[in-house]
T-cell receptor, first 114, second 111 residues
């Protein structure tokens, strides 16, 4: 069974540009969540999608957005990149939005903003 | 106050010893609790989940949950150098059924 697939693995962008990251969950998983991880802040929750609907949103500016498609694949977009957006972006999936499922994480996309 | 708190460490134990990692959570509505291991440069990997008060054992790992004290712990017996990683505690349920992660405890097992 394939795991959670994130593309690209590495990305270098310039301040002011925008970026789109992609996540394909485990087959059959309908819930996808996104996290930003930095050494100083740990895992910061961005958003959670289930059946194409955003269920929860973290405390990030509106430059961060996401969506989920009917096949459960998800994308997140960051516009007007800032140096502080440099981080590891992790996607995680679960079968459903119920409480007893743990996340399975993808390998992440490491974004560097220069 | 953070929803999930862990001692950041670093925690160092000699090879073969028991490593004890602790975590507290603030939302009494939390129903599910998880431990993740994250090696440097890698993504978190789920190693234990626990939902009921008491102990849950899986190989060298034992998770302990005390909902009255809002406390979760992970014991690693016979620690190996390959256990050296950051361990993340997470709680789910409660308000918004959201996952809350601690900032992680760095563990080093010294050969």
């Amino acid at each position: 069974k394939a795991g959670v697939t994130q593309t690209p693995r590495y990305l270098i962008k310039t301040r002011g540009q925008q970026v789109t990251l992609s996540c394909s969950p485990i087959s059959g998983h309908r819930s996808v969540s996104w996290y930003q991880q930095t050494p100083g802040q740990g895992l910061q929750f961005l958003f959670e999608y289930f059946s194409e609907t955003q269920r929860n949103k973290g405390n990030f500016p509106g430059r961060f957005s996401g969506r989920q498609f009917s096949n459960s694949r998800s994308e997140m977009n960051v516009s007007t990149l800032e140096l502080g957006d440099s981080a590891l972006y992790l996607c995680a999936s679960t079968p459903a939005a119920a409480t007893n499922y743990g996340y399975t994480f993808g390998s992440g996309t490491r974004l560097t903003v220069v | 106050q953070k929803e999930v708190e862990q001692n950041s460490g670093p925690l160092s134990v000699p090879e073969g010893a028991i490593a004890s990692l602790n975590c507290t959570y603030s939302d009494r509505g939390s129903q599910s609790f998880f431990w993740y291991r994250q090696y440097s440069g890698k993504s978190p990997e789920l190693i234990m989940s626990i939902y009921s008060n008491g102990d849950k054992e899986d190989g060298r790992f034992t998770a302990q949950l005390n909902k009255a004290s809002q406390y979760v712990s992970l014991l690693i017996r016979d620690s190996q150098p390959s256990d050296s990683a950051t361990y993340l505690c997470a709680a789910r349920g409660g308000t918004g059924n959201q996952f809350y992660f601690g900032t992680g405890t760095s563990l080093t097992v010294i050969p």
